[in-house]
């Protein structure tokens, strides 16, 4: 149901569902946070977040971090307004003395209130958290802050879908120590009151520290619109260290996603920037081949019951408990991930369960390249030829080419703009679907999954 | 009789009600029209004709006063319809308002909507606003549900800021419509209008809606609404003045507006809590005029709780809360201004302590600044507990700002002096100035340093120790002139000065030198033609993209499909035509017979007719006509073939040679040439293969290959095309291996001659470059913003030597030539033709061995870097002629330092990967470029503080020793003597010279720095000379 004023679908996140399965007002978390003063900080950053928004800043901005208990250890999440950055504070169990009576799913809003609360935490101060499905209280020594669960917006399911995709195929880039990251972090542009969605800039390890570049390389991990990082600032003061993340990066890559992770004591946040300031993790497409693909929903089901709130999803272990080979339980768990119920943290490069609202039949209503990918299979205007298809609309026609190691590619100017880094376009999935309906004497050639 | 009383008089129906209120509301007056004709007839007239005309003004003036009278005419139609509109409204019964709602929202659609564009005659919007003030205040009574007459009074284009009545009339007219309706229903509709308020607006539309909902808030008692944007209108209401309004409360400052509103009360609690009221609070205290302080919102608030109409504590305590909850400085300055306009009295302080202290991390800073004042005042009061003023420095002693981190030290100092008498504080005071040393500003570090002499002595020993022992993190030299400053006191700890820095350079040397690997790997070329109709749609898609002068087209895309082109069309046409056909006929480029086409498009040869088509198009369109060409199967070559290569000589032909046109840009001229000869060459005389395919992102051929291309050419009998092979030797690199050379040599056709003779022979001579120093007049328009630097007019290359020695007509003669033969480097943009970026990253790869005539050609674009951003974005050309041979001149040299003065960070990084290329090739001149980023700097093209993070990357590379040349030579232009002031900021430019004077072993004293050194004071850039003339003179 449509909020009228917000236009904001009424997700609710697992309103209850916990390792006990359904409750009506669990509690999952109650105990205090042993550094007060950089969780305290850590949370308004995850805020500022929330309440930002990078690209055409005018607009208003939604400010609802996602809060998982995850067994020891509480996750809070968040998107920014335009959906182009992607924020998580992990707190650790080291920093978390305190009674996990339950594991779960919130999301709160973080209003004027709580937010005058968590900045006169100061350094000795306590910090109580108390983490229900329905609410968020924040005891400080000014009294107790309650803020109520609020509806997700759509766009932020989407957003997780994506990041969870993008990001597990990152690896650690570089580590800066504490003063070379105040320095490097210190030094980047700042935030301009218009942003004109610039050009990418792209950082390589250099000595202890980093150093812009203009041109992507082997090794650099891309910085797209970094006045982003600015959100780290206020927590300089707490680093240990810097870290970077990014996927495989090759002379005359486009702008890619990026993670910035900044250590501090018991706890950590991560920045996740999307590939340009104007483009949104939830338009980035990276899971509409796993959605695309039903091979894997038997296996996901099996495996999605299996999952208990792990604070990281060990692999074998659940190929184990499923009785599948690894393979398919990390296609199982990708498959997850497009529901948003299936986290991936590359600090640790694990995957973690959270819940969130999950309805198969929105899948399809969120994705419109999917949604219009079938309605061209339905149309009948997918025509293969070996591995080359010709999807006709309207009265032009595009051409897909499925490479031997299964990529695909298209000839629309979709894709010529993007060259398959925004996920695949409508034909392409078409064709894929088309391809995997077919019959074809060599039986299933090539799979679509992971197809760029 | 008006025309109301007579339907009300008569029976009524729905129809009739209409009718007759669409009389009313059209305010119709034959006489009235025809003033407004005559007036714009007049003003019609008007246009054309000599200015200054004695009689045309006259008749300017007489139709002005015909237009005053008309409007005069207007508000009293106005007026005098208005209690007929009234009146006719109150007497509806509810079902009869039904009735009229929609009619009435059908005439608002005409009236308004989108299809009633303004004619352009005052006349006509006047009417048209007289008409939506008459409508407005009927639909009010047209509607029973309370939400639907909210909606009707909230709709922003109905509003009308107009002579015809002024919002208080305005509002009255409503008011007195809704007059008889049930105050129930008036509340709710009060409350539905407060809803539909928006924070954040000014306009005067929200005003008259705010102006409405409160008249209806007094009207019906309700509790005043507290919405966000009820509240953004209130204070707007009291802040600016209404423009057309009767000034009637001017006598009244807001301090005794303000006591007697009846808003007052409910609403200033929630001026802390509506964002978007912040910027307003400050209204009249940033403007040009002053105002007095009770005229001002901070001023008033503050008088008002001085009186104990508005409770004081509250006031402090939520503006401290607000401060807290933070945001940008513009939203927090009202509040920063309110804290001042209150003068906390040190109990007050006293009792907020924890907030003040809370606000120094991470504030804004102009925030924190408040807070370190407050708990400063507090501390010589004596009423702040030494770990309270540890915490705050500690706080502020880490943050970026270097004001405040000086005021914080000048706490301390203050405080140290007062806890004397107390060794166990005063030590833990000094153990915080262990995070001031950590800054990297020199002035910061000797603050604190001195503050350690001054106060080390009477603090205790174990003090001292941990001091001592807190500093080890930090850099060597500073933990040297720690231990120093602690005196005999301290434990003989740490390196001397001498093995510290000698450990440092030592430490640093065995970092990584810089490195070239060699040009960046191409992607592999284009196998199939399925791929080619990729990569021609990303082509074709691209260009939509660019500006129409192929800004951003990209020389290895272009060659790759190219060359794929001509070798795809040499092994199956017909394929090729089949896989591209779709591509083409999407970007709308048709070969003129056999291919079906798409209806819009007449086809492309009535697109040659056009002379301009250049212009929009580019080089982009024109690769797709040479894919047409390439595609046509050997049948139709036959058939249109006479027609396309008609067509391409037209196409020829239409190229300007000279003016303001896209093809002045002479790359983009080389590449129509080529694209010409391809399209042609592949109608008339198709070859296998291209020869002067790039194999290096630089734009180099591999000799080899060539060779074997023009061998098997021998072999086969068939004869290069003579532009592609002049762009292949062009493309050579300069030096060949001997092998290469002897198979050359072996080659008898004339192309092989050609080609064993370059390679023999070397790369045609450099035109030589040379700088002059020109004083152009001054020619800058008045309007025009920022320095006037163009009047003694700044840097031209002159090329010397000419084209004279070299054969006419061909690629070489063109790209050789400069054109104007002095490259101007523009103060500004209208000095440049607009060109200048056309095809800008095709220079390298047409001059990949003359990299310093490509930067000459590219000079226009690549100066206006740091004032222009036009040009942005062109800096990525840089690291491409770094990678490309030849020697590095005065262009590459002025083209580089333009670069790291760029006014896009993305251009910077650019310049400073070009500076990490050249050091790692040994191809930098750190002199050079130092003395051209000081004559730059000196000539206020760009303020130094730009060109120092590039340089620290290109140091943290490794390129010590380069970055040591180009600050050692920078410096000394811009310091006194050579100057009377030195620049803003250069201390930031001097710290970095101290950074990487150690690694690179630089030692010698600068003359100007020594004197600077020398003079002694305490500002940044001393302190930075102190530091670096320390290290250069260290041994």
Redesign the interface.
């Known amino acids: 149901v449509a909020d009228p004023v917000t236009g904001r679908v009424g997700l609710e996140t697992s309103g209850g569902v916990t390792t006990n399965g359904r409750v009506t007002h669990p509690r999952f978390f109650t105990g205090f946070v042993a550094g007060a003063e950089p969780a305290a900080?850590g949370l308004?950053a995850l805020a500022?977040v929330a309440a930002a928004r990078y690209y055409n800043p005018q607009l208003r901005a939604f400010r609802d971090p996602v809060v998982t208990c995850a067994g020891d250890r509480l996750r809070f999440e968040s998107f920014s307004g335009c959906c182009g950055v992607y924020a998580r504070l992990d707190l650790l169990p080291g920093a978390l003395e305190g009674e996990v009576i339950d594991r779960g799913t919130t999301n709160v809003d973080v209003n004027?209130p709580l937010?005058?609360a968590l900045?006169?935490?100061?350094?000795g101060d306590p910090l109580r958290l108390e983490v229900g499905s329905d609410e968020l209280a924040v005891t400080t020594l000014d009294g107790q802050v309650v803020e109520k669960q609020v509806p997700l917006p759509e766009r932020w399911l989407r957003g997780f879908t994506e990041v969870q995709v993008i990001t597990a195929a990152f690896d650690p880039r570089a580590e800066v120590p504490a003063?070379e990251a105040v320095?490097f972090l210190?030094?980047l542009?700042r935030p301009r009151a218009r942003s004109r969605g610039?050009?990418?800039?792209w950082a390589v390890p250099?000595?202890r520290?980093?150093?812009?570049?203009?041109?992507p390389?082997p090794g650099a991990v891309c910085l797209p619109g970094?006045e982003r990082l600015e959100t780290l600032?206020?927590l300089?003061?707490f680093a240990r260290s810097l870290r970077a993340y990014g996927p495989v990066v090759a002379?005359?890559s486009p702008p890619l996603a990026s993670a910035w992770e900044l250590e501090l004591p018991g706890m950590r946040l991560v920045l996740t920037l999307s590939p340009e300031p104007r483009r949104g993790f939830s338009g980035e497409g990276a899971a509409l081949h796993a959605l695309a693909d039903d091979d894997t929903a038997a296996d996901a089901d099996l495996v999605g019951a299996l999952l208990a709130f792990e604070p990281r999803v060990e692999v074998d272990l659940l190929a184990e408990r499923a009785g599948l080979p690894a393979a398919r339980v990390r296609a199982a768990l990708a498959q997850l991930g497009t529901a948003g119920r299936v986290g991936f943290d590359v600090a640790e490069a694990a995957y973690f369960h959270r819940e969130l609202p999950y309805d198969p039949d929105r899948v399809e209503r969120m994705n419109p390249r999917l949604r219009n990918a079938r309605s061209l299979v339905e149309a009948g205007a997918v025509r293969l030829d070996g591995d080359?298809g010709t999807v006709t609309v309207g009265?032009?026609?595009?051409?897909v080419?499925f490479a031997p190691d299964g990529a695909a590619?298209?000839?629309?100017?979709w894709?010529?703009?993007y060259?398959g880094s925004r996920g695949p376009c409508k034909h392409v999935l078409a064709a894929g679907i088309a391809r995997r309906e077919a019959p074809t004497a060599s039986g299933r050639a090539g799979s679509l999954t992971g197809g760029r | 009789m008006p025309p109301g009383t007579a339907a009300v008089a008569g029976g009524r129906s729905a129809q009739r009600d209409w009718q007759a209120l669409r009389r009313l509301l059209l305010l119709d007056d034959a006489r009235l029209d025809r003033a407004l004709k005559r007036v714009q007839a007049a003003q019609q007239a008007l246009h054309g004709g000599r200015l200054w005309d004695s009689h045309r003004m006259a008749r300017w003036r007489e139709a002005h006063m015909e237009h005053l009278a008309a409007r005069e005419r207007l508000a009293g139609a106005v007026r005098d319809s208005m209690p007929v509109i009234v009146e006719f409204m109150r007497e509806l019964e509810d079902t009869e308002r039904r009735a009229l709602a929609g009619p009435i929202r059908a005439y608002a659609g005409e009236l308004v909507g989108r299809r009633a564009v303004w004619d352009g005659s005052p006349s006509s919007f006047e009417l048209r606003w007289a008409r939506a003030y008459a409508l407005r205040v009927a639909g009010a009574g047209c509607f029973t549900g309370a939400d639907a007459t909210a909606a009707w009074l909230a709709r922003r284009d109905l509003q009308t800021w107009s002579f015809q009545a002024g919002p208080q009339e305005q509002m009255a007219a409503v008011l007195e419509v809704l007059r008889d309706r049930d105050p129930e229903w008036l509340a709710d509709v009060a409350r539905r209008l407060a809803t539909r308020l928006r924070p954040g607006s000014g306009q005067a539309t929200d005003r008259i809606t705010w102006a409405t909902t409160s008249a209806l808030v007094r009207r019906t008692g309700i509790d005043p609404p507290t919405g966000d944007g009820f509240v953004y209108g209130w204070v707007m209401e009291h802040t600016a003045p209404w423009s057309g309004a009767p000034q009637q409360r001017d006598h009244l400052a807001l301090s005794e507006r303000l006591r007697d509103d009846p808003y007052l009360a409910a609403l200033v609690p929630r001026l802390f809590?509506v964002d978007q009221v912040g910027e307003l609070l400050l209204w009249g205290i940033r403007g040009p005029h002053w105002i007095p302080a009770e005229e001002t919102w901070p001023g008033a608030l503050a008088r008002l709780a001085a009186e104990g109409v508005l409770d004081r504590a509250s006031l402090l305590d939520r503006c401290l809360?607000r401060l807290?909850?933070?945001g940008r400085s513009a939203a927090l300055g009202g509040f920063v201004a309110l804290h001042e306009a209150l003068v906390p009295a040190l109990d007050e302080l006293a009792a907020r302590t924890?907030?003040y202290?809370?606000l120094l991390?991470?504030a804004q800073p102009a925030v924190a600044a408040l807070a370190q004042r407050a708990l400063r005042q507090l501390d010589d009061a004596g009423r702040l507990d030494t770990s309270v003023v540890v915490?705050a420095s500690r706080?502020v002693l880490?943050r970026?700002e270097r004001k405040l981190v000086r005021a914080q030290l000048a706490w301390l100092d203050a405080a140290g002096r007062r806890r004397r008498n107390r060794p166990d504080e005063l030590a833990e005071l000094l153990g915080v100035t262990v995070v001031a040393l950590?800054q990297?500003a020199a002035q910061l570090q000797e603050r604190a340093l001195s503050l350690i002499r001054r106060h080390a002595g009477h603090a205790t020993p174990t003090g001292r120790a941990a001091l001592l022992h807190a500093g080890e993190?930090l850099a060597d030299d500073v933990r040297h002139r720690l231990a120093e400053a602690l005196g005999d006191a301290a434990p003989a700890a740490g390196p001397t000065v001498e093995q510290a820095t000698a450990g440092g350079a030592a430490a640093q040397s065995t970092?990584a030198e810089p490195s070239w690997p060699g040009p960046?790997?191409l992607?592999p070329p284009i196998r199939t033609a399925?791929?080619l109709?990729?990569e021609l749609?990303?082509l074709?898609?691209?260009a939509r993209?660019d500006r129409s002068i192929d800004e951003t087209l990209d020389p290895?895309a272009l060659e790759r499909v190219l060359a794929a082109l001509v070798a795809l069309a040499h092994a199956d046409r017909a394929a090729l035509h089949e896989?591209i056909a779709?591509?083409l006929?999407?970007y709308n480029i048709c070969p003129p017979e056999g291919t079906p086409r798409?209806?819009e498009w007449e086809g492309w040869a009535t697109w040659l007719r056009s002379d301009d088509h250049w212009y929009w198009y580019g080089a982009r369109t024109a690769v797709g006509m040479v894919a047409a060409a390439a595609a046509m199967a050997p049948a139709g070559a036959r058939a249109g073939g006479g027609a396309l290569r008609g067509a391409w000589r037209r196409l020829v032909m239409s190229v300007p040679k000279a003016g303001r046109h896209p093809l002045r840009s002479r790359a983009r001229q080389a590449i129509v040439y080529r694209l010409r000869e391809i399209g042609t060459g592949l109608l008339d005389e198709p070859v296998p293969v291209l020869l002067a395919t790039t194999a290096t992102?630089a734009g180099h051929v591999d000799p080899s290959v060539l060779v074997d291309k023009v061998a098997r050419a021998e072999r086969e009998g068939w004869q290069p095309w003579e532009l592609d092979l002049q762009l292949a030797l062009l493309r050579l690199p300069r030096q060949t291996d001997p092998e290469v050379l002897e198979h050359a040599r072996r080659l008898r056709s004339p192309a092989g001659r050609r080609l064993a003779e370059r390679l023999r022979a070397g790369p045609p001579p450099d035109p030589a470059l040379d700088r002059l120093a020109r004083t152009y007049p001054n020619a800058t328009p008045s309007w025009a913003p920022g320095p006037d630097i163009d009047r003694t007019l700044v840097l031209a290359v002159k090329v010397e030597g000419g084209a004279a020695t070299r054969p006419r007509e061909s690629l070489t003669d063109l790209l050789f030539d400069l054109d104007p033969p002095e490259r101007v480097v523009p103060g500004r943009w209208w000095d440049t033709s607009g060109y200048e970026y056309a095809a800008k990253l095709c220079w390298p790869a047409l001059l990949p061995s003359h990299r310093d005539l490509a930067a000459a050609h590219l000079l226009p674009a690549l100066s206006l870097l740091p004032r222009h951003s036009h040009s942005?974005?062109a800096?990525?050309v840089l690291?491409l002629l770094a990678e490309a041979d030849g020697p590095v001149g005065t262009a590459l040299t002025v083209a580089l330092a333009a670069g790291l003065g760029a006014a896009?960070?993305?251009?910077r990084?650019?310049a400073?990967?070009a500076l990490?290329i050249l050091a790692g090739r040994r191809q930098l001149d750190g002199a050079a470029l130092g003395r051209e980023l000081a004559a730059l700097v000196a000539l206020g093209l760009f303020p130094v503080q730009r060109i120092i993070?590039p340089l620290?990357?290109v140091a943290?590379?490794?390129a010590h020793p380069a970055v040591w040349d180009v600050i050692a030579a920078t410096l000394p232009p811009l310091l006194p003597p050579a100057v009377d002031r030195a620049p803003q900021r250069l201390a930031g430019l001097v710290a970095l010279g101290a950074e990487v004077a150690t690694p690179s072993r630089a030692r010698g004293a600068i003359p100007a720095l020594t004197a600077l050194a020398e003079r002694g004071g305490s500002s940044q850039l001393t302190a930075e000379s102190r530091r670096l003339h320390r290290i250069l003179t260290s041994n």
């Open positions: 900080t308004l500022n004027g937010r005058e900045a006169r935490v100061g350094g003063a320095r210190r030094s542009p610039g050009v990418a800039l250099a000595g520290s980093l150093r812009l570049t203009s041109r390389a970094p600032l206020p300089l003061r002379v005359g080359l009265d032009h026609a595009h051409r080419r590619s298209c000839t629309c100017p894709w010529a703009k060259r | 809590e809360g807290l909850r933070g924890r907030d202290l809370r991390p991470d915490e706080a880490f970026a950590g990297d993190g970092e960046q790997a992607p399925a791929e109709a990729e749609a990303a074709l898609q691209g993209a290895v896989a779709p591509v006929l999407r798409r209806t992102t942005r974005g800096g990525a690291p896009e960070p993305a251009d990084a650019a400073a990967d990490v993070e620290r990357d943290r590379s490794g």
